[in-house]
Each structure stands twice: as structure tokens, then as C-alpha cells.
């Protein structure tokens, strides 16, 4: 004959307040999930209202016009968004090798330099903007330029690899907070097996560590991207501010949002749409990288054992 489990009274209303408050909870996350997707729709239409007489005047020309002239009404978009991809690659690529191998050896430090190392690798990030702009203007542009004046070029420092290297400095707590949290969640098991069968620690940190915390490192990088990208005042003192495409890593130029904060002020009519079509660009690009970039996780997770 079956029994029927008892169950306690105060047991039984504990349970149905659980499930009283579930619901609702689960409804606020629904609600701010949907609130972010409706958020981003928000950004793309309003830049594109408020971008639209620069497109109806220059079409998609726009993205490749190196014209910039506000008494003519000529105005392009190449010149910034070649100095935004060139200033964030070079930060890219020096911040990224820095910041794993930073985040590699504070995870294996011992405990207190681990703690006191990562604290100050931290604070860089609490660090205003406009303050590393201010260190870059008086400090790195000069050296800059008696390093290439040693070397025999005349260059005044300021330009895309000194816009480039602060950035990486700026990006370089941010990628590197991120990497050691995830090299942390590693399960020290695959670190154990991986040198018990011989493997060096260049071995283990780029099969297993890198492979198991993919997404979390790549996540990493996209917050120093992000910062790269948008990054404003610490470019405006240091890139030269010359809205022409570089010819060279020495020479000055301009970021989309470096022209739109020197230029948003006094910008109205056309100016104004035109600056407003270079956010549009900016946001795309980010939100172009992102999808790039999960869809290059998706196609790859089969080689890294996820399902």
C-alpha cells in the first residue's frame, strides 16, 4: 500500500513562499534582460534619426571620403576610423601579452605578493583618463621624441604609436583583472595532470588554461577593446589631432571619438549629423567584433571539449 509523505506545516509554507517570490524574480530578470536589447535597439535608431541628413547628403561615401571641411560642408569618416582601428591595434597588441602574462604569474605568486601585486594592478584602472592624457602630453610625448631623434627622425612624439601606447597602458588592469579571475577558476586537476605527463608551463598555460577559459579571457579582451574604442580624453592630448589617414605610426591623427568630442560643441546642420554618424560607426564596429567574436567561439567550442 503506498505511503503518502508527510510534510512539515512550517516546511510546507517556507516552500510556498519560495515559489511566491520565484515568480516575480524571475519576471524582474526577464524584464531587465529585454530592457538591455531594447536599450542597444534604442542607440542605433536614435544615431540613425539623428545621422540621417549626412547619409541622404554623402551616402555610403561617407565611410571612405578623407574630406574634412566645415565651410565647404565636405565631411568623411576615413580618416577617424582609420586612427581609431591603427591606435587600438597597437594597444591591443602590446596590452594583451602583458596582461596574461601578468595575470599567469600573480595567479602562481605566493599568496601575499599574489594580493599585493594584484591590488596595484587594479588600481591603474581606478586612474582618470584625463590624467593618463596629462602623463602622456608631459611625460611620454617628449621621451618619444628624443628616443626618434636619437634614431634620426624628427618627429614632435605625439601621433598613433603614442596614442596606441597609452591606451594600453589604460586597457592593461581592466584584461588582466578579468584573465587572472579566470585562470583562478581553472580546476587545478588539468594544471596537475598537464605537468605530471611532462608538459612545461608555456605548454600548460597555452593548451589547457588558454583552451578552458576561452570565453572568459576573450571576454576579458573585449572590455580593454571597449575601452580602447570609446576611449576620448587620454587620445585627444596625445594623437596629434590632425584629421587625416597616418601614413606612418610616427604621424599625428584622430579618433571618431576624439573628432566628436573636439567638434560636438560648435557643431550644428550637417557638421552635427556628420558627428553623429560617426557614432553610429563607432557603435557598429564594437557591435560588429562582438558577433565576429561569439561566432568564432560557437564555430570553435568543439575544439576545446564544450558542447
Known sequence: MAQTLAIDPPAQASCARRFSVDGPFRKLCLGCALA????MVGFFIQLTAAS???????????????????VAGLFGAWPAMVGTLETTAIA???A?????VSALWIVDAPPVLSRLLGQAIDLLAAIPSIIYGMWGLFV???????????????????????????????ILPYICAVMRDVLRMTPPMLRE??????????????????????RGLLGGVFIGLGRALGETMAVLFVAGNVIAV???PLEGCTTIAATLANNF?????????ALFALGLILLTMAFAIQVAAQYYLTLTKAKRGER
Not at 547628403?57 to 578623407?66: A, I, R, V
Not at 603614442?162 to 589604460?170: C, D, E, P
Not at 557643431?267 to 552635427?272: E, F, H, P, T, Y
Request: net charge negative; proline share 4%.
Open 52 to 70: 540621417w541628413e549626412a547619409w541622404r547628403t554623402f551616402g555610403f561615401g561617407f565611410l571612405w571620403s578623407q574630406e574634412w571641411d566645415p
Open 96 to 100: 594583451l601579452p602583458l596582461a596574461f
Open 140 to 170: 611620454v610625448c617628449p621621451l618619444m621624441q628624443e628616443l626618434w631623434w636619437r634614431l634620426g627622425i624628427d618627429t614632435n612624439g605625439f601621433g598613433v604609436l603614442t596614442a596606441g601606447l597609452i591606451l594600453a597602458l589604460m
Open 246 to 248: 597616418p601614413a606612418s
Open 193 to 214: 595532470s598537464a605537468f605530471g605527463v611532462g608538459c612545461t608551463r608555456w605548454e600548460v598555460a597555452r593548451d589547457i588554461l588558454l583552451r578552458y577559459g576561452a
Open 92 to 94: 591591443l597588441a602590446v
Open 36 to 39: 538591455v536589447g531594447v536599450l
Open 265 to 273: 560643441a560648435e557643431a550644428d546642420g550637417l557638421q552635427r549629423a
